[in-house]
């Protein structure tokens, strides 16, 4: 089982260039989280998906945000344009909805910075 | 929405001294789970432990272990006879099962001294 792959693990762009992190799930997880982590604010739940469906993106900072999952293998976060503010960890995880003995098993993260 | 509150923000000890992590939660549901992470120097987020909210049995894993009470909303974790490579920051969560999603706490910096 390879886990949660995010990529890029490292990302540094411009204020106001467009921005697309990309995760895989682990295979026959149905539930897929985007968080951020910052110093100010900790871990922040951005958005979930329940089998490719997002189900709360109350967590989206502003309309800048985006995230979709086209596939049960396959999401992206996407940030257009991009501000300094944004610069954070960002991380996806991944689980199998209705499991009592599963947690929630992260990617590595991609640390974004925007300049 | 569930609120996780870890009031500790940095903890110091020195090797070999047991050390307590606390973790208070707020839900209006019946049907919950709490989790533990840890997150190393590295940065990966690790998953410790799952908990659900009809299980108040305490848990223990080699030197971890945990403390669930209901009556006090508590979800504690101990680490005995501490290491060096326990310095991380560790978080708990909770997780409301009618919306699936897990809510973290601040999170504990926890310093091991040789």
């Known amino acids: 089982d390879a886990g949660v792959i995010q990529s890029p693990r490292h990302e540094v762009t411009e204020m106001g260039q467009e921005v697309t992190l990309r995760c895989k799930p682990i295979s026959g997880h149905n539930s897929l989280f985007w968080y951020r982590q910052t110093m100010m604010r900790g871990l922040e739940l951005l958005i979930y998906f329940n089998n490719n469906v997002p189900i709360d993106d109350s967590g989206m900072p502003e309309d800048r945000f985006s995230a979709k999952m086209p596939n049960a293998s396959f999401s992206t976060l996407k940030i257009q344009p991009s501000e300094p503010r944004d610069s954070a960890v960002y991380f996806c995880?991944?689980?199998?909805?209705?499991?009592?003995?599963?947690?929630?098993?992260f990617g590595s993260g991609t640390r974004l910075t925007v300049v | 929405a569930q609120k996780v509150t870890q009031a500790q923000t940095e903890i110091s000890v020195v090797e070999k001294e047991d050390v307590t992590l606390d973790c208070v939660y707020e839900?209006?549901?019946?049907?919950?789970?709490l989790f533990w992470y840890k997150q190393p120097p590295s940065g990966e987020l690790v998953f410790l432990i799952r908990?659900?909210?009809?299980?108040?049995q305490n848990e223990i894993s080699g030197r971890y272990s945990w403390n669930f009470q209901k009556s006090t909303s508590s979800f504690n974790f101990t680490i005995t006879a501490s290491q060096v490579v326990d310095s991380a920051v560790y978080f708990c969560a909770l997780s409301e099962a009618r919306n699936n999603d897990m809510r973290f706490g601040a999170g504990t910096r926890l310093t091991v001294k040789p």
């Open positions: 908990r659900n909210s009809f299980d108040e």
């Open positions: 839900t209006r549901d019946t049907t919950y789970y």
């Open positions: 995880a991944s689980t199998l909805e209705g499991s009592a003995n599963y947690g929630y098993t």
